[in-house]
């Protein structure tokens, strides 16, 4: 939109440097202090920079800093936290040349699209030679059309939505694909601080609770605990798609008692007082996927290598984020209004488990979420029986077709070989889901072992 | 005694202070709504809670609180800290480009459609059960089908303002057309003038008034509209900022976002009336 350019331009007359081509001012110093120099050079100053930026988001701290170090030396300064000669490296080796180096990629915001996020202000993305833009959006479904339309090139979505959009279910089929998932574990069972003496799930019944939206794991995973304690989730509950960033002005407003919901929000209803968490995604079945990392199958086939380096940012901002020691810095990096806009108290407790549970007590589970990103299609088929059970999908399902297509777990495993991590050897595996296993090979069997099915 | 101007500014000011001391009290009197300071809570969890879990503190800002941030977010009003956080001075130009965009379309669209409604009796008929049926729609009931069908979520909100903001417009300009006075209208029959030359230099100035009270209720509709779509749409303007403030469950933030919007408004509706004010003429 030419407007928005305009606009800008405008605002870059307020914060920018004084030649007008830096961002800041501590950017053009350091530029300015750069003289000419080989690729290589370029390379480890574009790095410098980035991460400089990161740690110090104000410009006032990045200018101390700079002057408190000489403007040399960055790389030794920072040595102790993050090995800049690695980064550098990784950057240097591109395979194909890029073919669109500006991108959008479109995250709802909560702790689950940590890695889409934090490989912004952290630098992963310029890391990988692209300029991407992260913009928060307002809903599931409004990231699933604009990332249709192509305003988004890649998007942040729950991990059963490009199975649903790939299928046609709540649109028109349109090809999508996970090249990786976001984050494992990672939600909660939330409910208002009025139930905290109605710990078993039988008593729930008539309870009004919130997912965040038909197509998600919160949804089956909801629905699978319920049904598990005897409670038929469509008919003593009444389940409500409520977008997460509503869930806790709703449970405040008595509008719902309860919800299964993306961290932060969980921990942000305690933090307020007004929930308490109930038990973590991970005691119904640990280590379940959450939310995915996603594109369509025409960006994937227009730009391969675009793909190919935004699939290893996305891989390498995942194994940082795994990183107990690194979670800390993760949570002050992402807490501010561009990103999650949240406090950053409670995006601590999210992410190193360290937390208060709304009834008085310190929890501590350094695995509440974890960043692993290999899309085994497992899960992908564990997903479509879910749909299959709770009537989304009717009739036959081509449950190992459809999760070879979406889920591209060959893929995952090629780009992470390339960048020396270490990818399990198998595509598919086999977990079991509040102690009941679940074998990948006989979905059809499995949705019928349930005694609460629509199927 | 007073002119009634002044005494009725004293009065406005005067419930201005009421209201604020009532406010102020009310945040500073009373806890929270449920739960009420909790005494005794261990100091380690406490630091993991947020104020108004540990001390009972209202969610609610007091008026001082909301002051000193309105002073914040106005003494830097365009800083642009990324594409999701910029500041209140560049998203209201947004979301002031944008209700201008649609608006001036749907002026552009009602104004002679009004006029052809008006001068026609059969197509005033004919077209009324549309806008009758198409004038209550909320502009959330447009944004789907916008969405699906532009592709374009900025263009989409253009839309959902210019479909919201057209229907005022063109009915007040159908009725002020057709009231014009028939005397009027048979002297320049017997003068002779041209149906053009009749809607420019007769029907216009005489239904001016009536259209542009039109125009005043839609620009309204128009601002109105902007936040829904901005919150629906997110990514810029008012309506988004105050989406990510309710999204960061900051009420302060978000009542500095209506009195902006308010202030705003009325800014707007002001221009409109000092226009109507130019071509409203005495019978």
């Known amino acids: 939109m030419a407007s928005k350019d305009t606009f800008r331009r405008f605002s870059r007359l307020f914060s920018g440097c004084a030649c007008g081509r ?6 053009h110093d350091m530029a300015a202090a750069r003289p000419a120099q ?47 000669g690695a980064v550098t490296d990784a950057f240097a080796q591109g395979t194909g040349a890029i073919e669109k180096k500006d991108l959008k990629i479109g995250f709802i915001p909560i702790t689950c699209a940590t890695p889409i996020i934090m490989a912004h202000p952290l630098g992963f993305y310029s890391k990988h030679g692209l300029n991407v833009e992260v913009v928060k959006t307002a809903g599931w479904a409004v990231v699933r059309d604009k990332t249709i339309n192509k305003e988004y090139d890649a998007a942040h ?11 046609g279910l709540g649109s028109n089929p349109i090809p999508f694909s ?26 729930w019944k008539g309870f009004k609770l919130a997912i965040p939206f038909d197509y998600s794991m919160h949804n089956y995973l909801l629905r699978y605990y319920l049904a598990e304690h005897g409670v038929d989730p469509d008919a003593d509950v009444q389940l409500r798609s409520v977008p997460p960033p509503e869930m806790v002005a709703n449970l405040r407003a008595d509008n719902i008692d309860g919800f299964l919901a993306p961290d932060n929000i969980c921990q942000r209803a305690v933090y307020d007082g007004v929930g308490f968490i109930h038990i973590l995604s991970k005691e119904i079945w640990d280590g379940h996927p959450c939310c995915s990392f996603t594109a369509s199958q025409e960006f994937v086939t227009a730009n391969p290598n675009t793909y190919a380096a935004l699939l290893r940012a996305i891989i390498d901002a995942s194994a940082y984020a795994q990183k107990p020691e690194n979670r800390k810095g993760i949570a002050e990096a992402i807490a501010p209004a ?33 960043f692993e990103p290999f ?11 879910q749909m299959k ?22 893929e995952a495993q090629k780009v992470m070989k ?24 006989k979905p059809e069997e499995y949705v019928a072992s349930f005694a609460i099915k629509r199927a | 005694m007073l002119p009634l101007r002044l005494r009725a500014a004293l009065l406005s000011v005067l419930i201005l202070v009421v209201f604020l001391l009532a406010w102020q009290g009310a945040t500073a009197g009373f806890g929270g709504g449920g739960g009420g300071p909790a005494t005794g809570m261990d100091p380690e969890y406490a630091k993991l809670m947020g104020l108004t879990a540990t001390t009972g503190k209202s969610a609610m800002p007091s008026p001082v609180e909301v002051g000193r941030q309105l002073w914040a977010v106005l003494s830097d009003p365009f800083y642009d800290k990324g594409p999701n956080d910029k500041g209140l001075g560049i998203q209201l130009a947004f979301s002031l480009a944008r209700v201008l965009i649609g608006y001036g379309i749907a002026v552009a669209v009602a104004i002679p459609l009004g006029f052809v409604i008006g001068m026609s009796p059969l197509m005033s008929r004919a077209l009324d059960p549309f806008i009758q049926v198409l004038k209550p729609i909320s502009p959330l009931a447009w944004m789907p089908l916008a969405l699906y069908t532009i592709k374009d979520s900025g263009i989409s909100a253009v839309f959902v303002i210019f479909i919201c903001s057209v229907w005022p417009m063109l009915l007040n300009t159908a009725f002020g057309v057709a009231s014009v006075r028939k005397e009027w209208l048979n002297v320049a029959r017997t003068l002779e003038v041209g149906p053009l030359k009749r809607a420019f230099t007769i029907i216009l100035p005489a239904a001016a008034p009536t259209i542009l009270t039109g125009m005043r209720i839609s620009i309204g509709i128009a601002w109105l509209v902007i936040v829904a779509a901005e919150m629906l749409v997110g990514g810029t303007g008012i309506g988004y900022f105050v989406w990510n403030e309710w999204n960061n469950l900051s009420i302060t933030n978000v009542i500095i976002a209506i009195l902006v919007i308010g202030v705003m408004g009325m800014m707007l509706d002001q221009i409109l009336a000092t226009v109507a004010r130019l071509v409203t003429f005495p019978e």
């Not at chain 1, 979505?157 to 299928?167: D, F, G, N, T």
């Not at chain 1, 899309?375 to 992908?380: I, K, Q």
């Open chain 1, 22 to 27: 830096h961002r800041s001012h501590a950017e």
């Open chain 1, 38 to 84: 080989d690729d290589a050079a370029r390379y480890a100053g574009a790095v410098e920079t980035a991460v400089v930026q990161a740690l110090f988001p104000q410009a006032a701290h990045r200018r101390a800093f700079l002057k408190a170090i000489g403007g040399t030396g960055i790389a030794a300064a920072l040595a102790p936290f993050l090995p800049l």
């Open chain 1, 157 to 167: 979505m729950l991990s059963p939505m490009p199975i649903a959009i790939s299928m």
């Open chain 1, 178 to 203: 996970v090249p990786a998932i976001e984050n494992i574990n990672g939600q909660a069972i939330t409910l208002a601080m009025k139930h905290k003496d109605k710990r078993n799930p039988k008593d």
């Open chain 1, 338 to 370: 561009n990103y999650l806009n949240a406090p950053p108290v409670v995006l601590e407790q999210v992410l190193t488990g360290t937390y208060a549970d709304g009834l008085g007590n310190i929890k501590k589970d350094p695995d509440r979420v974890s």
């Open chain 1, 375 to 385: 899309p085994y299609e497992s899960f992908a088929v564990w997903i479509l029986t």
């Open chain 1, 389 to 410: 059970r709770w009537g989304q999908v009717k009739g036959e399902v081509d449950y190992q077709g459809i999760a070879k297509k979406v889920f591209l777990a060959t």
């Open chain 1, 418 to 441: 390339e960048m020396g991590l270490n990818p399990p050897a198998a595509t598919s595996k086999s977990f079991s889901v509040m102690g009941k296993p679940f074998d990948p090979a």
